[in-house]
Structure formats: C-alpha cells, structure tokens
C-alpha cells in the first residue's frame, strides 16, 4: 500500500500516541513559539542598535542594546534546548509505545501470518520502520512548526520595518516553495521505494545467515553473493535517486536566497544613496538577517518533510500490521485449568493452502491418560494434529473438544498452559540452559528445575557443562548436539507440569547415548498424562495404549501394536516390515 502526499487520516492516528504525553507534547509547542520570538527578535534588535546609537555614537545605549541582545540570545538557546530535548524524547517515548502495541500484536496471530510473512520484513517493520516514526517528532512535525512559527515571525517584523525591502522578498518566495512542492513529490516515492528496497535487503540477508549452513554445504556461495549484489544493486539505486534529488534542489534554493539577497542590498543601496527617509543602514543590515532566517527554513523545511514523509511511510507499514485483524487468533471465555486430559477430533478438514486439504475428515479421540502413537508417511498430516490441537491455526470445519468443551471455547493462553510439545526442531534462546528450561517463569524454581532434571535423568548431563545450568548455549541452541537440544525441551516440557504432552519424538540423527536418555525421559513425562507422541521409534510405538495411522491425511488404522501387526496387509504392517522391523 502506497501513503498518500499527505494522509490527513494517518497524520491524526500518529497523534493520538501523543496523549500521554500532553505536558511534553504542549511543552514543545510553546518552546517552538519562544524560539521564533527571540530569533526574530535579534535582527530587529540589531536594526535599532545601527540606527539609533551606533550612527550616534551613544555608548550608554549601545551597551544597553547590547545587553539586551545578549538576553534575547540566551532565551533562544534556552528554548532551542527545551526545543529539540523534549522533541525527541516524545518521539522516543511514542515509538517505544507503538513498538509496545505492535510486538504484543505480532503475539496474536496465527502461524499462518508467520508463514507467509518473511522475517528480515517483520524485523524492518519493528525496528528500523518504528524508529523513523519518532524522525516525525523529532526532525520532521515540530520543527517545521517553528520554522513557520520563526517565518511568519519574521515577516510581521519586516513589514513593520520596510514594506517596500519585504515585497522584494515575497515575490521570491512563492518561487522557493513552488520548487520545494515539485522536490518534496520527487522526494516521497523516492522514500517509498528506499523502504521497500531496505526490506527486501534485510529479509534476504535474515534467512541467508539463518540457513549459511546449507548455503556452505551444497556450495551456493558464488549464486547467493550473485543475488545479493543485485538487491543490494536496487537498494543502491533507490538511495541514489534521493541523492540526485537533494543535489538538484538545495544549489537551486541557495541561487533563489543569494538573488534576493542581493535585490535587497542593490534596492536597499540605491535608496539610502538617494537619501530615502524609508529605507535605513539599520534595516539594511537586519535584512541581510532575515533572508537566512527565512530562506534557510523554507529551504529545511523541505528536508524535514521529507524526514516526516520517511515517518508516515513507515508509520503506514506498522498500521497495516497492526490493522491486520484476519490473522488474530479469537480468544474464548473459559479457563483451561487441571485438564483430564480426553481429546476428541469430529470430521475435522484443514488446509495451509486454499482447496488442498491436509486432513480430509479426521475422527480422533484419546482418552484421560492415554499414550497414542501416531505413525505414517512424511506429509501424511501428523504434526498438522498438533498444530490445531494447540490453536496454532484454524481448521476448516468440524470441531475439536478436550474434556468435551470446544477448544474455542478456551482462553488461549490458559489452553496452552497446559499442553506442552517438544518438537523435532527444538528451538532454544541465546541464554543459559536454566532460562531455556524456564522461560523465565518465576513460578518455576530452581529446585523444580534440578529436581525435574534427576527424575528424568539428565541432571549428570546438565552439570558436565561448563557452568552447568547457567551454560549459555548461544543463538538457536547451537553449543549444544541436536540430542542435547532435545534432552533440554523434553525438561522444559516436564517442569511445566502439562495435563496434555505432544512429542515429536525425532532420535533418528542423534547418538546411541542421547537416545537412550531421551527414551527414558520419554517414559518419565509421558506417565499418568495423556500424550501424543509422533513416534519415529519402534520402541515408542509398541509402549503406546494406542496406534493411529495416517496416510494421505486420514486415518486408515487404528489399535495396539499387535493388532495392527497381524493384519494382513494392513498399512501399518507394511510400515512395520519396512521401516521398524530392523529394529526389533
């Protein structure tokens, strides 16, 4: 979506992150206005100085004067002080309030968002996006409010002291600002385009350093580098443009401000030589003032639209996300506390993608306390019932119940509270094993964590680390093997103290030692709760209460081990012949 020149809409909705803030907000306004009073003020000063007692040689006066101009100078540093200070510590603290609201938002949504939007985007929105929102306040809205306020300041002053030296200067003007309005139009989709290009740059080189390990491994080095240069090529060209625009505009601005400078002494000489009674050296001297005081404003305050037009483009990318309602996950009423534990899937029918069903009519219950396994080929739908047990997406129809109440019907965040998953690909923080455990839940103590840990049986394995349970495992887990990552989600689950446990209990790539140890976590948590387990193990399926077996997104089977074996060809005795046999 494209912002407007100005959006008068989008422009009112970032104010309204003002109200907090009003003292400060009214604070900077009035600091604005004494800024233009005593900068103005100067050249009128200076004016009555020359004419009244330099060209008089009065030494009392021009003390006076002097004096007087002094506390003018340092009333306008005092307000240019409070002006900038206060300016961009409202800027600050409404970005840090608006970054606040978005990430909050970011927490409601489905998967489905996370999967279709790209990361380095969302990362650009919530932090490069939002800072240039605070450029709003701090270099673009009130600081074109006091170059205006300074302008129109200055032209009262002028017309009260020369009329005729100040035409000069407002036929000059409209000329500046028509140049200014052609260079600001220029400016903005330069902007937009510069956004967009910062994206595309910070999205592709997100997911290459996330996956530089399969970058290195099938060699892509040369062709990434290849596409790099040509985002990185777009985003050079896209800055480029802006860099053109400025050096076209600010030469013309400064030619416009040196003519009229220069009508001014040529118009202002010839009438002092003429003896004009109108026309003083004092005035003269004061206008030399006023045409940089106005020029380089006008001139500015281009720049500063530009910065504020960079925030309202920002500003209407973080609104689309924070608009974005179609992806928020509804909440219900009820609280989910002590489950039993009784799951139940009626004809439920979902898809990630419109009309290409995962699960074609599902009928699934599990019983208080259960263990099922849930077997089948890749893409058969497994990890999907996981998803949707946890309200990570929406299903198509049918209905999903736990202790016979719809899932809908629950608060999310008490509905996950007690289901606990360790998946496959277990993520773990850049922070020590204790936080990972945790996640810095104070209701969890150490105690819990140690005590957990021995029951399980991986408290020796925690404390061979360096430093043990304060061992920081660095980003994604990455000091640690892929069995260790795991033995640390199967604690984080168990000290959560879930009624409903999900294992996806993949022990395919880790070693002998790992297994075994997970094994018996497995038993460990599994114990008097109702467990779902997505068995990549032989000896996981035959302890499990139950089979299901999937294919093709329905159920084909259902029953024990030795049931499901000795059907003639059956599904799952043909999975077992071919995969698990060997290891019986």
């Not at 800024?35 to 050249?43: D, M, N, T």
């Not at 690909?425 to 969890?444: Q, S």
Request: charged fraction near 20%; proline fraction near 2%.
């Amino acid at each position: 979506m494209q912002a407007k020149a100005f959006d008068i809409h989008l422009f009112k909705r970032i104010l309204k992150y003002t109200k907090p803030y009003k003292f400060r907000y009214y604070g900077v306004i009035f600091f604005a206005v004494s800024l233009s009073i005593f900068a103005a003020l100067r050249p009128f000063l200076l004016e009555v100085t020359v004419d009244k007692y330099i060209k008089t040689a009065s030494k009392e006066g021009l003390l006076i004067y002097a004096i007087i101009m002094g506390i003018a100078l340092m009333l306008e540093t005092f307000s240019q002080f409070y002006f900038v200070y206060w300016a961009n510590w409202l800027g600050q603290d409404i970005v840090k309030d608006i970054r606040n609201k978005l990430f909050q938002h970011l927490l409601t949504f489905r998967m489905k968002y996370f999967d279709n939007a790209p990361v380095g985007q969302l990362v650009t929105r919530s932090v490069s996006d939002i800072e240039q929102i605070a450029r709003i306040f701090s270099q673009g809205l009130f600081m074109i409010f006091s170059d205006l306020m300074k302008m129109v300041v200055c032209l009262i002053i002028m017309f009260w002291m020369n009329w005729q030296l100040s035409m000069i200067v407002v036929v000059a003007m409209p000329i500046l600002v028509y140049i200014t309005r052609i260079f600001q139009r220029k400016m903005q989709v330069a902007f937009e385009d510069v956004r967009s290009q910062v994206a595309n740059l910070n999205t592709f080189i997100q997911e290459r350093v996330t996956g530089m390990k399969i970058v290195q491994l099938f060699n892509r080095e040369a062709i990434e580098y290849e596409k790099f240069k040509q985002i990185n090529e777009k985003h050079n060209r896209a800055w480029i443009k802006t860099i053109l625009y400025n050096s076209i505009f600010f030469p013309i601005a400064d030619i416009i401000s040196s003519i009229t400078l220069g009508l001014i002494i040529l118009y202002g000489g010839i009438q002092i030589i003429n003896h004009n009674p109108f026309t003083t050296l004092g005035q003269m001297t004061a206008y030399t003032m006023f045409i940089g005081m106005l020029f380089n404003p006008l001139r500015q305050i281009a720049d500063k639209f530009n910065e504020m037009q960079m925030g309202m483009i920002s500003a209407n990318r973080v609104f689309d996300i924070l608009d974005s309602k179609v992806d928020v996950q509804e909440e219900g009423t009820k609280i989910a506390t002590h489950l039993k534990g009784s799951i139940r899937f009626e004809n439920v029918r979902f898809s990630y993608v419109e009309n290409e069903e995962v699960l074609k009519g599902i009928y699934l219950k599990v019983n208080p306390g259960e263990t099922i396994a849930i077997v089948g080929a890749t893409g058969a739908g497994k990890s999907t019932i996981i998803n949707l047990l946890n309200r990570f997406y929406e299903i198509n129809s049918g209905s999903i119940f736990i202790d016979d109440h719809n899932i809908n019907e629950f608060k999310l965040d008490s509905l996950r509270k007690q289901i606990a998953i360790v998946l496959q690909d277990v993520f773990l923080f850049a922070d020590t094993i204790h936080n990972n455990i945790t996640l810095n839940n104070p209701a969890i103590t150490k105690e819990n964590v140690l005590k957990a840990a021995k029951e399980i049986g991986i408290h020796k394995f925690i404390k061979s680390l360096p430093g043990g349970y304060d061992y920081d495992v660095k980003e994604r887990g990455v000091m640690l093997s892929s069995g260790q990552r795991q033995l640390i989600a199967f604690l984080r689950a168990y000290v959560s103290n879930p009624s409903i446990l999900i294992l996806d209990e993949a022990t395919s790539s880790i070693d002998t030692h790992s297994e075994e140890l997970i094994q018996r976590a497995t038993e460990t948590i599994t114990k008097g709760r109702t467990s779902i387990v997505i068995a990549h193990r032989l000896a996981t399926i035959i302890k499990a209460d139950k089979i299901i077996v999937m294919d093709k997104g329905q159920i084909v089977e259902e029953g024990t081990h030795l049931e499901l074996v000795t059907k003639e060809n059956g599904y799952y005795k043909n999975l077992y012949d071919s995969q698990f046999s060997t290891e019986s």
